[in-house]
């Protein structure tokens, strides 16, 4: 697992920065700090979070490797039973079930944008 990076992250764009000043001066917005999943690169509002972030692991039975339970290659081991690293040949019908898989373990609320999650909260739209 590796270690949470602190970034500064626009309000007005989303992009993340790794010095404050690069930060305020994308786009001149307001800019507040995040930690960043040092695996996913997922912002997150407290150190404890991104830490915790891909802290789960998928690990290929072939190859032996582990992944982050979030990864495209964790997504791979559950549809087609290994890896890219250790083959990297899926059939078109496992391709697509793969990316399926995986959009569906990305779209949580917790890896929505924090704008996108604050609008959809103030709209109603979403489950806080």
Not at 97 to 122: G, N
Request: hydrophobic content about 30%; proline content about 5%.
């Amino acid at each position: 697992m590796s270690k949470p990076i602190k970034k500064w992250e626009c309000s007005a764009c989303g992009d993340h920065h790794s010095d404050k000043g690069d930060a305020m001066d994308c786009c001149r917005p307001d800019v507040e700090p995040v930690w960043v999943c040092g695996e996913c690169d997922m912002a997150h509002d407290d150190e404890d979070q991104a830490a915790d972030c891909c802290a789960s692991t998928a690990t290929c039975p072939r190859c032996m490797r582990e992944h982050a339970e979030t990864s495209r290659q964790a997504a791979q081991i559950r549809v087609a039973g290994h890896c890219d690293h250790c083959n990297p040949l899926f059939p078109i019908e496992q391709e697509y079930a793969i990316d399926r898989e995986h959009q569906a373990a990305q779209d949580t609320s917790a890896s929505l944008p924090r704008q996108v999650r604050a609008m959809l909260i103030e709209t109603g739209s979403a489950h806080a």
